[in-house]
């Protein structure tokens, strides 16, 4: 996919440049080639020798290149991609504002290549306002944004902001590269964990945050899918991505059920409550009124409807979260709910499942079974495309 393509890689002043190393390594051993450019922050933090070593040619750095009277225009049009890893707040805000004061941000504004920015930073600094803001101006001039994960940071202290793996890295690059191998498609997701109320204060939910299938709309829109994303999280889409609100299993049915003939793919990514309150209180219960001795009653699986009424060439994707096991329960729902794919995860795994910018999934289909390891959200949303995908492919 990277093979023969041309990436420029921008490393600029952060403690996570040393990470870029084994970014390098990996685009290379893939055969790309990397075009290196430091920022004079980044040359604080790694040495140049190491990128020029590593790297398919050596770094630049300087507008006043000897060799090349003007590097960025050469760069910017060269390239097939520009990566920046790690991208700090200030480029983030400088690339944002079009100013360009150094190699890197000239080359930026002298390009038409798909970009990449994979910022890495403090939380308070990601979290800042005039960061996101800058990060959502970017995104929507169609700049993609490898999210930071959370974990361990410099200051020893722990949350958003470290740089993402590697692989999710590469895995974008990937992906820039190859827009459009979903062009055809037009694919349903449903994200997050419906409300079902108890009465207008109170409702019943679980831990889902939409996370996962966020990641699944971001991942297809980029691959050229046209992509409807039907969310009970309230959280702005991803460019490029029609979005409806929901808020319970009853909602999500109808929004659903009324347009799935017209999809290629439905991926069922929300995690649908299995039961309702029987009777909601239009008024705020009070304590006095018993609301120990709540009714429920089981919501319709629609899924199964979904299963029971697909066209021969539609692809429809269930999901299974399981707290023992696994396979067995994964491959129950997916034969008696009629899928061609389930993804299962066992939410009781470090690291995966609900809330997690992390997951590791089991892709189960009539054909076999594939085990996806750790990685982040938006790598596992790659690896269920890339299954809808290859089953796609075997049904036409
Ligand atoms: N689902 C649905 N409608 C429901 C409940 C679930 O469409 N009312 C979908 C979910 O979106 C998910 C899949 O069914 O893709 C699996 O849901 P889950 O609750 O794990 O499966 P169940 O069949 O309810 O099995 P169980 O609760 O016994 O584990």
Same mark, same amino acid.
């Given at each position: ?10 490393? !600029?002043?952060?403690?996570? *440049? ?23 922050? $980044? &040359? ?44 700090? *707040? ?16 000239? !080359?930026?504004? %002298?390009? +038409? ?10 939380? /308070? ?15 929507? +001039? ?6 930071? /994960? ?9 949350? &958003?902001? +470290? ?14 590269? !190859? ?35 966020? $990641? ?53 990514? %929300? ?20 609301? !120990? ?55 009781? $795994?470090?690291?995966?499942?609900? %809330? ?12 076999? &079974?594939?085990?996806?390891?750790? *990685?982040?959200? +938006? ?18």
């Amino acid at each position: 996919m990277i093979s023969g393509k041309k990436v420029v890689l921008g490393i !600029t002043g952060g403690i996570a *440049a040393y990470k870029s190393v084994e970014v390098v390594r990996r685009l290379v051993e893939g055969g790309a080639h990397v075009a290196p450019i430091m920022t004079s922050g $980044a &040359k604080r933090f790694i040495g140049e020798v190491t990128l020029s070593a590593l790297a398919s040619e050596p770094v630049k750095s300087s507008l006043w290149d000897e060799d090349d009277p003007i590097p960025h225009t050469t760069l910017g049009q060269e390239a097939d991609v520009i990566l920046v890893a790690p991208a700090t *707040a200030r480029l983030i805000g400088t690339y944002a504002a079009g100013i360009s004061n150094d190699l890197l941000t000239a !080359t930026l504004l %002298a390009s +038409r290549a798909p970009v990449i920015l994979c910022p890495a930073m403090h939380t /308070e600094m990601w979290e800042h306002p005039a960061v996101q803001e800058n990060i959502r101006t970017l995104q929507n +001039r169609g700049v993609t944004i490898v999210a930071p /994960e959370d974990g361990k940071l410099a200051g020893g202290d722990e949350g &958003k902001g +470290r740089l993402a793996s590697p692989s999710a890295i590469v895995s974008a690059v990937e992906q820039a590269l !190859t827009l459009d191998d979903l062009a055809e498609f037009k694919i349903l997701i449903t994200a997050g964990g419906t409300r079902e109320q108890i009465d207008p204060v109170r409702f019943i939910t679980n831990k889902s945050t939409g996370k996962q299938g966020y $990641a699944l709309a971001e991942a297809a829109v980029a691959r050229g899918a046209t992509v409807t994303l039907v969310t009970t999280v309230d959280r702005e889409a991803p460019i490029g991505v029609e979005i409806q609100h929901a808020e319970s299993a009853s909602d999500l049915r109808s929004a659903v059920m009324s347009c799935a003939d017209n999809y290629d793919v439905i991926i069922m990514a %929300a995690a649908v409550a299995d039961f309702q309150p029987s009777l909601p209180a239009d008024r705020k219960l009070k304590k006095s009124q018993q609301i !120990t001795n709540l009714e429920i009653e089981p919501t319709h699986d629609f899924l199964i409807d979904l299963g029971k009424g697909k066209s021969s060439n539609q692809i429809i994707v269930g999901f299974a979260a399981e707290t023992e096991e696994l396979e067995k329960n994964a491959k129950e729902k997916l034969e008696r709910k009629n899928l061609d794919l389930i993804v299962a995860n066992d939410v009781t $795994a470090p690291g995966t499942g609900f %809330a997690y910018d992390t997951n590791e999934v089991l892709l189960i289909t009539g054909q076999g &079974k594939t085990n996806v390891p750790l *990685a982040s959200k +938006r790598v596992v949303a790659d690896k269920i495309l890339d299954a809808v995908l290859g089953l796609r492919e075997s049904k036409v």
